[in-house]
């Protein structure tokens, strides 16, 4: 079974530009999540995706969105960049019902770059 | 409110030997516990889990245990191979609808000796 995949790998993009990152969860997984890697934050929550339904947010500004389709593809979308947006954003899916279902597998992540 | 802690950076071990990891919570809501291992440039990869009404969890040479009344868990790994060397990252998750959001501890660095 494949996992789970992140487009592109590696992005560079000026300050005040928009940003879109695309996943592509675990066949059969329902919920995708997505996470920022920072090395002052650590790995910190930006949102939920469940039936193409957000189902959990985190604590970002609102310049962070994301939304998911039908086929569980999610896209997360950022706007305005900031420096302090470089990071290396990861999506994971899971089966997402019961708890041990939400055991979740991550992408390779895509490592942004503002500039 | 870092509710989610490990609170030693970095654990070196020599090969062979056993590796403990540490971490703390300070949310009794937790309903969920997993450990996952990371190497740079990749993403976190699923070690083991937990669930909140057992105390421990086996699966080759990784064991996981939970001390809810002390709400630290931790990771054994015997025995320790080189290839373990990476960060850990114990993670945890709230019942209900909020299980699609894990909550990161900082991350051990595991480094294993040969």
């Known amino acids: 079974k494949a996992g789970v995949t992140q487009t592109p790998r590696y992005l560079i993009k000026t300050r005040g530009q928009q940003v879109t990152l695309s996943c592509s969860p675990i066949s059969g997984h329902r919920s995708v999540s997505w996470y920022q890697q920072t090395p002052g934050q650590g790995l910190q929550f930006l949102f939920e995706y469940f039936s193409e339904t957000q189902r959990n947010k985190g604590n970002f500004p609102g310049r962070f969105s994301g939304r998911q389709f039908s086929n569980s593809r999610s896209e997360m979308n950022v706007s305005t960049l900031e420096l302090g947006d470089s990071a290396l954003y990861l999506c994971a899916s899971s089966l997402g019902g019961t708890p041990a279902d939400n055991e979740q597998y991550f992408g390779p992540g895509t490592r942004l770059t503002v500039t | 409110d870092q509710q989610v802690k490990q609170n030693s950076p970095s654990l070196s071990v020599q090969e062979g030997r056993i590796s403990i990891l540490n971490c703390d919570y300070t949310n009794s809501m937790f309903d969920y516990f997993l450990w996952y291992k990371k190497y740079p440039a990749e993403g976190p990869t699923f070690l083991i889990s937990?669930?909140?009404?057992?105390d421990k969890n086996e699966d080759g040479r990784f064991t996981v245990f939970l001390n809810k009344s002390a709400k630290h868990l931790s990771l054994h790994i015997v025995p320790s191979q080189p290839g373990d060397s990476a960060v850990y990252f114990c993670?945890?998750?709230?019942?209900?609808?909020?299980?699609?959001?894990?909550?990161f501890g900082q991350g051990t660095i595991l480094t294993v000796h040969p």
């Open positions: 937990i669930s909140s009404i057992k």
């Open positions: 993670a945890a998750i709230l019942g209900g609808t909020s299980y699609g959001k894990l909550t």
